[in-house]
């Protein structure tokens, strides 16, 4: 199955030797995890660093699939305010979640600094404005929240936001302590690591199934069986080979990757968005670029001619040099991929209702690395059989307004 199509831009950005292995051995590992992206990859650190013995598994190349397209926003911010959260689970389930979010990111700073390979993790505040005067409540009822539960935020009047960046809008909120990263890089300085550690990378390898007999799992690949204690699923938007999800929805969104400019300075390079839906979000690149996404589509159809994906990319540049006048930004290169939501805006992660020993890490929603971060912590707890605090909050059998059956069995 297709992910993306077009011009992707982190795949340029290095030129590395492969790190993949390719054999198959009787050992049994302790987890068998399927998908090396960004959400396998977090999963394998995490379970390496806990002293476990891991194999990743993936049908192509490692970090080639959502995670290559990944534009690489990092915000504790979700695309579900913190205000609507709460409306929705609670003020105590929502809270967790979104101090979850706020740990995640500090853990992505701290693995980002480890690596063999630099992943351009830069800090960037982030600015969400209210794409209209309706929007404005929204944003200001968003800004008392957060700051009553400490997270950092300011909130920008119309002048304010005008006189800082350009931004012709009636108000924003800040973020403070959001991130820029190069997510392939990540990824594959992860995977780098994590094999002098001992972990074993198998790309090319498709799993079929997942076979459970006398306690061991039998993971059933298109190169042969391997043997695990345990299985995690983190196959992005992809259906994994076990369990099915429900829940879940599929878009076509687009990006735009500009040329090089001269002083891509706005307000601290920070990450823009903005409220309305679908949004329009945009951020710097280290080599002085601007990545744009937005305009997306509800369908999952992606092999669509490459010059409707550059009329996308071009309007979005468009849209772009209209909110920041200065910028006078061009087109360099274009893609559309698939990107995956939940119904209630939450990723799954969790153990499977009826399989103890196999789990799932779906990273579905805007603020994808990092929930692949939380999610990487919790099931590594999970597997050492802890049982890790709000769990409940993204299990794979929560009961989700509108709807009344499992996300996965
Ligand atoms: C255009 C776009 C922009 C985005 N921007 C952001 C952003 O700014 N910030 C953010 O946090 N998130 C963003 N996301 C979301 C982010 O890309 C995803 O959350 C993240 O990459 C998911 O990583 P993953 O490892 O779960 O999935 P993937 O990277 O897709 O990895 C899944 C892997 O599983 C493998 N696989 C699937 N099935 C099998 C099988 N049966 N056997 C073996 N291997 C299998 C696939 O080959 C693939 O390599 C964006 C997504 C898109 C599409």
């Not at 209209?322 to 274009?334: A, I, R």
Request: one cysteine or more; charged letters at 20%; a negative charge.
């Amino acid at each position: 199955m297709a992910i993306h199509a077009g011009q992707l831009y982190w795949p340029t950005t290095m030129n590395e030797a492969s790190t993949i292995q390719n054999h198959v051995d009787e050992k049994i590992y302790d987890a068998v995890i399927i998908g090396g992206g960004m959400s396998g990859a977090l999963t394998a650190l995490s379970l390496v660093n806990a002293g476990l013995k891991v194999a990743i598994v993936d049908q192509k190349e490692f970090a080639d699939g959502s995670t290559a397209a990944n534009t690489g926003l990092l915000q504790y911010s979700n695309d579900i305010m913190l205000h609507e959260l709460i409306e929705q689970i609670g003020e105590e389930k929502a809270i967790a979640f979104y101090q979850l979010c706020y740990k995640a990111l500090n853990d992505l700073h701290e693995t980002a600094g480890k690596l063999p390979i630099d992943p351009e993790f830069i800090n960037r505040p982030s600015i969400y404005y209210a794409s209209d005067e309706n929007d404005l409540r929204k944003i200001k009822k968003e800004f008392e929240v957060l700051s009553t539960y400490d997270f950092p935020c300011e909130y920008w009047d119309h002048s304010t936001l005008i006189d800082r960046t350009g931004i012709n809008k009636p108000g924003a909120l800040l973020t403070y302590g959001d991130a820029e990263v190069n997510p392939y890089k990540l990824v594959r300085g992860i995977l780098q690591m994590i094999q002098s550690q001992g972990a074993d990378l198998h790309s090319g390898l498709r799993v079929e199934d997942v076979i459970e007999t006398e306690g061991i799992l039998h993971v059933v690949t298109s190169g042969g069986k391997i043997k695990a204690r345990n299985v995690i699923y983190t196959t992005g938007y992809v259906k994994p080979p076990v369990g099915k999800l429900t829940g879940d929805v599929l878009k076509r969104t687009y990006v735009a990757v500009s040329k090089p400019i001269q002083q891509p300075a706005w307000f601290e390079k920070a990450l823009i968005w903005e409220t309305k839906r679908p949004y329009l979000y945009m951020r710097t690149t280290v080599d002085d670029r601007i990545i744009i996404g937005g305009l997306d589509e509800e369908t999952d159809q992606i092999n669509i001619p490459l010059e409707a994906i550059q009329a996308k990319a071009e309007r979005l540049i468009r849209e772009a040099n209209e909110l920041l006048p200065g910028l006078q930004m061009e087109l360099e290169m274009s893609y559309c991929a698939l990107f995956g939501e939940s119904q209630d805006e939450l990723p799954f992660i969790g153990r499977h209702p009826e399989k103890p020993h196999q789990y799932y890490l779906l990273g579905y929603g805007g603020n994808g690395t990092v929930y692949s971060m939380l999610g990487a912590k919790m099931l590594t707890e999970m597997i050492q059989g802890k049982e890790p605090a709000h769990s409940q909050i993204v299990g794979l059998d929560r009961s989700v307004p509108g709807m009344n059956h499992t996300i996965i069995r």
